[in-house]
């Protein structure tokens, strides 16, 4: 099967993952028709947002492009921002075209104001959670759950009884996060991510991608994840990639699109007070977090992308077939 994958191609993209797991059994075209937002999708400054802005407008030219020389069977839209609805619809003249949205399109500050079109546009949507599937039937011709996975070259499976130490948050900024991880003040606490550079009183790094997020989580013992609200009472990307390294998952609560729950293979909590007094119980008690965080490695440990594209390529079949 001749696939075209479209979307951001950058370290630690979710495009790259993809990538390897459809390159075995499928002739694989990798096209970033973005590529000049993609090197400033990290920027703030409102210059960066400006030249986002304007640089938009050649997305959907380009993507078209694309699908225009290579006629591919299927063409894999990872969230495809900046492409619009109508030009989905003339690509879907030439090929079927599968839209991965990684994202809540209900969120529209994620993406642009017309997300939930380019959804219903395309041959099949894709989406991570149970309840967005359920949500956007009525709206899509089609619609399909896959929940995220993990990349186990940048996320190998650690056993979680190797030497650990202290509590590890890798992800971007937000006002909840930081009330969260302020909480765990005084605490062997490393903040790993993007727009942390401004916040006081904690320690902080810029953001790593691939393997160097890997071996920040295969070396803590606690890996904290904190939704971002269009996770809520979900899952999210960090969650099979803490699991994976084999640190104790401390978490929001979430059961859509992930088997472990609390005490199975995690930790919930529910206020940044509970958050601190689960790290400081598990600081002290490292057998315990190890046995809960192998108990989620036998829950999800065969979930890396490579599963994840077979199960993508299963649905290509279908839509071809259709």
């Known amino acids: 099967m001749k696939v075209l994958l479209v979307g951001e191609d950058r370290r630690g993209a979710l495009l790259r993952s993809f990538e390897v797991g459809l390159r075995p059994s499928t002739e694989v075209t990798v096209v970033d028709p973005a590529h000049a937002l993609t090197v400033l999708v990290d920027r703030t400054s409102p210059i960066a947002r400006l030249r986002r802005r304007r640089r938009a407008r050649q997305v959907g030219e380009c993507f078209l492009e694309a699908v225009e020389q290579l006629r591919p069977e299927v063409t894999l839209v990872v969230k495809g921002r900046g492409i619009d609805p109508r030009t989905i619809s003339r690509a879907r003249s030439l090929s079927r075209v599968v839209i991965y949205y990684p994202d809540n399109p209900f969120w529209r500050v994620s993406d642009n104001p017309n ?12 989406v991570w959670s149970q309840r967005l599937q359920s949500l956007l039937q009525t709206s899509c011709a089609r619609v399909e759950m896959v929940p995220f996975g993990y990349d186990d070259d940048w996320f190998p499976l650690t056993a979680p009884r190797q030497p650990r130490a202290g509590i ?6 937000s006002p909840r996060r930081e009330r969260y991880l ?3 003040g005084g605490l062997p606490l490393t903040v790993i991510g993007s727009g942390w550079q401004r916040v006081k009183g904690l320690r902080t790094t810029p953001a790593v991608y691939g ?5 920040v989580l ?10 971002h609200p269009h996770n809520s009472c979900a899952h999210n990307m960090r969650t099979r990639e803490i699991a994976a ?16 729950r609390d005490g199975v293979g995690c930790r919930w909590f529910h206020s940044p007070q509970h958050l601190r007094d689960l790290a400081e119980q598990y600081l002290a008690c ?9 108990r989620a490695q ?24 259709s």
Do not use: C, K, M
């Open 211 to 215: 393997t160097a997020a890997g071996e």
């Open 218 to 227: 295969q070396n803590a013992a606690i890996g904290v994840n904190i939704f």
């Open 115 to 126: 997300a939930l079109a380019r959804l219903a546009a395309a041959d099949l949507t894709v």
């Open 298 to 321: 036998e829950l999800v440990g065969e979930d890396t992308y490579r599963r994840r594209s077979v199960e993508l390529i299963e649905l290509f079949d279908r839509v071809v077939q």
């Open 245 to 260: 390294s084999g640190a104790l998952q401390l978490t929001d609560p979430g059961v859509d699109g992930t088997p472990l």
């Open 286 to 294: 490292p057998d315990d977090a190890r046995a809960i965080a192998g």
């Open 182 to 184: 302020h909480a765990l």
């Open 168 to 173: 590890a948050f890798v992800g971007t900024w």
